[in-house]
């Protein structure tokens, strides 16, 4: 998916779902897209700052803000363990994020498995847990740096 295509992917279920992708809203999803990988809070800021030329509007809660419609809205996720965000492959449909995560370099495969979804939401609730969320992080090394 080209980067045009999911921003008028996200633009179009905002429209349907009567959100609002404000400037900035648009600004950090685009840069969380360019980067094509896991991104951090203060590297999307730097990114932000310079793009604005140190404009007042760019104070880190409106970073966060930003992220989290981004997330509430599916359109992204966060990866816990190294508190970075990236850019949901499959934002049509709702789902819990399953990655796995290159120690060499970086990169980062989203999963769908629903069934493990449903087994981990499964055991919680067995264990009278309210299950707000869950992220599965998986590391190794990916196909590419095998060799
Ligand atoms: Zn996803
Ligand atoms: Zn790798």
């Known amino acids: ?37 896991p991104v951090k809070a203060y590297e999307l800021l730097d990114q932000l700052k310079r793009h604005d030329g140190n404009n007042r509007t760019t104070a880190p809660p ?3 803000r930003a992220l989290d419609f981004l997330l509430q809205n599916h359109f ?19 789902h819990n994020g399953q990655f796995l995560i290159c120690e060499n ?8 498995g629903a069934g493990l979804s449903r087994d981990v939401a499964a055991l919680a609730s067995s264990k009278h847990f309210q299950a707000k969320r869950q992220v599965v992080e998986v590391y190794g090394t990916c196909e590419h740096c095998q060799h």
């Not at 179009?12 to 600004?27: H, N, P």
Request: a neutral charge; charged letters at 20%.
């Open 1 to 37: 998916m080209s980067s045009a295509a999911s921003i008028s992917t996200v633009q179009q279920m905002c429209e349907q779902q009567g959100l609002r992708l404000t400037k900035t809203r648009r600004q950090v999803l685009e840069l969380i897209i360019a980067a094509d990988g």
């Open 62 to 64: 409106t970073i966060y």
């Open 105 to 112: 370099c970086d990169r980062v495969i989203e999963l769908h």
């Open 76 to 94: 992204i996720h966060k990866l816990e363990s190294i508190n970075a965000y990236v850019f949901c492959a499959h934002p049509e449909h709702r």
